[in-house]
């Protein structure tokens, strides 16, 4: 059976996507990934000795090496997850998003159209590049309503202009030259793996090291939470059964602002782990200054994914919480390693120097 790519195959929603396909799929996995500062392979345990998993430490920007992984691969298809994606550090350092979600993208879409024009048959029918996306991409919600797949775009951040850039790209390449794609545009993920500069990660680990708890502004900003599994579920559903040329949102129903996120980790924490002295982990919230152009709310109509393709969350975001923190209370080697830098050296230590 010819592989799938996976790009971003290391980070936090794509090995989750590499664990689902590995668990319940026939498919063997090239993760193809940078392993930027974002990228573990401690999240992906025991799959380089698996005999339908390939791992290349390659740079999405790099074509020569893009060129040689599909000559050598033959791959049935694409899921493109690779890109910066903290809104955060775009703020502070916008010139890599570019980098790798504008050029990047330009530069994978190049190579994987030249390997599918050389297709024939059944093999040029069934590939398809499916590009991951984000619901930042349509900008900020007032009050009410729901981002749908014709929201227009109105990106706020280096980082969703970043993503949006890469949305047109695709769009292009499938009106332009009818090379076959689909794109999905999801919400906020959490859940195992995620690396702790992001909110959830970040204030599960601040708590129990007994350090602040930032929250931007107010914490009245919104957004709609979905368990990675979910979305790794929905993803490996579009590549398979998605109409090429279409776009399907993806959320979890799940709006919530910033301050009842914090606090509904503090009530589970306090909880799961007790701190010795009885104080509530809530006491630690600080408010600090706003992130810079703040999106204000988002959330996602997930109805077009949910008639054409069946499919559903299953995690609430209680259940989808308490897994989470329990994840990473249970998993501190993991935790230990990123919080020392350690897991840069995974690969070179568990492998040598073979990638
Ligand atoms: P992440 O930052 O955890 O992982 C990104 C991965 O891409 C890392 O393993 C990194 O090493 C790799 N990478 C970065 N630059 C690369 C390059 N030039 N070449 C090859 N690999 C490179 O990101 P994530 O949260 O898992 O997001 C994955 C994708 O999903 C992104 O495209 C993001 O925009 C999108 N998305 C994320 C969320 C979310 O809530 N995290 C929501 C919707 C969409
Ligand atoms: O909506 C999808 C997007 O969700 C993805 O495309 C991005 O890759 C992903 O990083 C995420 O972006 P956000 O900016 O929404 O996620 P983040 O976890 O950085 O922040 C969530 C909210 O919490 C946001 O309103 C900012 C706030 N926040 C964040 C951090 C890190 C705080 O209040 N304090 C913090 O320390």
Not at 16 to 44: C, F, H, Q, W
Not at 101 to 127: K, M, P, Q, V
Not at 184 to 209: D, H, R, W
Request: charged content about 20%; proline content about 6%.
């Amino acid at each position: 059976m010819s592989p799938i790519f996976v790009t971003g195959g290391a980070g936090f929603i794509g090995s989750a996507l590499i664990r689902l396909l590995m668990a319940e799929s026939d498919y063997p996995v090239v993760n193809i990934d940078k392993l930027t500062y974002a990228g573990n392979l401690a999240s992906l345990p025991g799959l380089l000795t698996e005999p339908m998993y390939v791992f290349s430490q390659t740079d999405i920007c790099d074509r020569a090496a893009l060129d040689r992984l599909f000559d050598q691969h033959n791959p049935a298809g694409v899921i493109h997850l690779a890109a910066e994606s903290h809104v955060d550090r775009s703020i502070h350092g916008p010139g890599e998003f570019i980098q790798t979600n504008i050029t990047g993208t330009y530069t994978l879409l190049e190579a994987a159209r030249a390997y599918w024009s050389g297709l024939s048959g059944e093999a040029r029918a069934r590939f398809r590049f499916h590009h991951v996306s984000t619901d930042e991409v349509f900008g900020s919600l007032g009050e009410t309503g729901l981002f749908t797949e014709s929201h227009p775009y109105q990106p706020n951040s280096p980082y969703s202009a970043s993503k949006a850039a890469s949305d047109h790209l695709v769009r292009a390449w499938h009106h332009t030259y009818g090379f076959p794609t689909v794109m999905t545009n999801c919400s906020n993920n959490y859940g195992p793996c995620q690396f702790p500069e992001k909110l959830i990660p970040l204030m599960i680990l601040n708590a129990v090291a007994g350090k602040p708890l930032p929250i931007y502004g107010k914490g009245d900003n919104v957004r709609d939470w979905l368990y990675v599994d979910d979305h790794a579920r929905a993803l490996r559903l579009v590549f398979e059964k998605g109409t090429l040329g279409e776009t399907y949102n993806i959320g979890g129903h799940n709006e919530k602002t910033n301050l009842e996120v914090v606090d509904t980790l503090c009530a589970l924490l306090d909880e799961l782990k007790p701190q010795p002295d009885g104080r509530p982990y809530a006491t630690q919230k600080t408010s600090v200054a706003d992130r810079p152009g703040h999106d204000k709310r988002y959330a996602i109509d997930a109805s077009k994914i949910s008639h054409e393709l069946g499919w559903t969350p299953t995690e609430t975001f209680e259940t989808g919480l308490r897994k989470t923190v329990q994840w990473y209370l249970d998993n501190p080697a993991w935790v230990a390693h990123v919080v020392s830098g350690d897991y840069r050296n995974w690969l070179t230590r568990n492998y040598g120097e073979r990638t």
